[in-house]
């Protein structure tokens, strides 16, 4: 089994950061991508980030140039910086991480619990 944790979740102001970090624990035999989703209420999840084992990365248009994504491949983490958030920001948060266990022949997408991000004045 492979467990999935995210981290740093919280509320902040319009135009301010948070940081959001997921770490990845279990039988882990490789990675491949690692993403961050979001769920605002009444609407569906969608992609916010993703990032592959050799660092590509892409992003909603709706968060370029505001967002970044980075991972450490040897501590299986990866995380999301936030500037310049907007209300439109605010859902829960959710990390994913397309995994091969270790004995496994094929990957499996893990999803964390979710965390709250809220943008507000």
């Known amino acids: 089994q492979v467990q999935v944790v995210e981290s740093g979740g919280g509320s902040v102001q319009p135009g301010g950061s948070l940081r959001l970090s997921c770490a990845a624990s279990?039988?882990?035999?490789?990675?491949?991508?690692m993403g961050w989703y979001r769920q605002a209420p009444g609407k569906q999840r969608e992609l916010v980030a993703g990032?592959?084992?050799?660092?590509?990365?892409n992003f909603a248009d709706s968060v370029k140039g505001r967002f970044t994504i980075s991972r450490d491949n040897a501590k299986n983490t990866v995380d999301l910086q936030m500037n310049n958030m907007k209300p439109e920001d605010t859902a829960v948060y959710y990390c994913?991480?397309?995994?091969?266990?270790?004995?496994?022949?094929?990957?499996?997408?893990?999803w964390g619990q979710g965390t709250q991000v809220t943008v507000s004045s």
């Open positions: 994913l991480t397309s995994t091969l266990e270790a004995g496994s022949r094929y990957p499996y997408d893990y």
């Open positions: 279990g039988r882990i035999f490789r990675i491949n991508g």
């Open positions: 990032i592959t084992s050799d660092g590509t990365t």
